[in-house]
């Protein structure tokens, strides 16, 4: 399965390269895979350039090229909420996903504005939205506790951050018309603690190759402790099988 399986592995907010995701990116590279490591909207010198909508195209390009190189399937591999847009991009067809690896699951813009951490943000880029405005303006981001101001555009802050917008995971996992294979690696050192397996796991269509996974790690370290977790499931999955 390794000559001819391509994986999209998709970095967490705010990241600068070498990605956390690195030690996977190597082992995989070493098992014969195929990979593209698209740097994402919500990359730090980026600060959400696009919208959450954009970000999927672009995460298809690389599936794109993946498959102009010879990838008769593709995976898309997503850390935080790079493991958000993998599961928003399979919701809209996600041309052909053949798995979803979610990894550290992040980014819940519904939790987040349930919490009230968003709301004051929310109320801003909804006015500045409303009247088009263009320019950046300070809004607040979140990332596992740490809260940061940013300069960003409204309308693409809010494709991101509105709690019944695109990147609602709930919303997402029900949306999946088709069933694929899905593996969710959770860390149990999580601050805060994620939301659990039936929070979007359990509303996705049912294949017989999902699994839901806690392991002993942080948020950052879950892809470096996963790696061989995540290739032996790879290594399960038969090209030809049906769902």
């Known amino acids: ?5 391509g994986v999209v592995l998709v970095h967490g907010k705010w990241a600068t390269q070498p990605f ?9 590279v070493a098992q014969g895979y195929a990979i593209r490591e698209p740097v994402m909207p919500w990359a730090l010198h980026r600060r959400y350039d696009r919208s959450f909508d954009r970000a ?3 995460l298809e390009e690389s ?15 997503g850390h935080s909420l790079g493991a958000c847009a993998a599961l928003g991009l399979a919701a809209r067809g996600g041309n052909n996903i053949d798995g979803l690896v979610l990894l550290a699951p992040g980014h819940f813009p519904e939790r987040l504005a349930a919490q009230g951490l968003t709301t004051a943000s929310l109320a801003r880029a909804r006015q500045a939205f409303s009247t088009g405005e263009t320019h950046r303006i300070a809004l607040t981001d979140v990332n596992q506790g740490i809260v940061r101001r940013l300069r960003v555009g409204a309308a693409a802050w809010l494709s991101y951050f509105e709690p019944e917008g695109p990147a609602q995971w709930p919303a997402n996992a029900r949306a999946m018309s088709t ?13 805060p603690h994620p939301p659990g397996i039936d929070y979007a796991f359990g509303l996705m269509p049912h294949h017989p190759s999902s699994r839901y996974v806690e392991i002993d790690a942080s948020h950052a370290d879950t892809p470096r402790h996963a790696a061989e977790l995540v290739r032996d499931w790879m290594d399960t999955l038969e090209p030809d099988s049906p769902p």
Request: glycine letters at 4%.
């Open 1 to 5: 399965m390794t000559r001819d399986c």
């Open 20 to 28: 956390e995701h690195a030690p996977l990116a190597a082992s995989l």
């Open 56 to 58: 999927l195209e672009e």
């Open 63 to 77: 599936m794109a090229e993946l498959r102009a190189a010879g990838c008769r399937r593709v995976i898309v591999c």
């Open 179 to 191: 069933s694929v294979p899905t593996l969710v690696v959770t860390g149990c050192q999580e601050v």
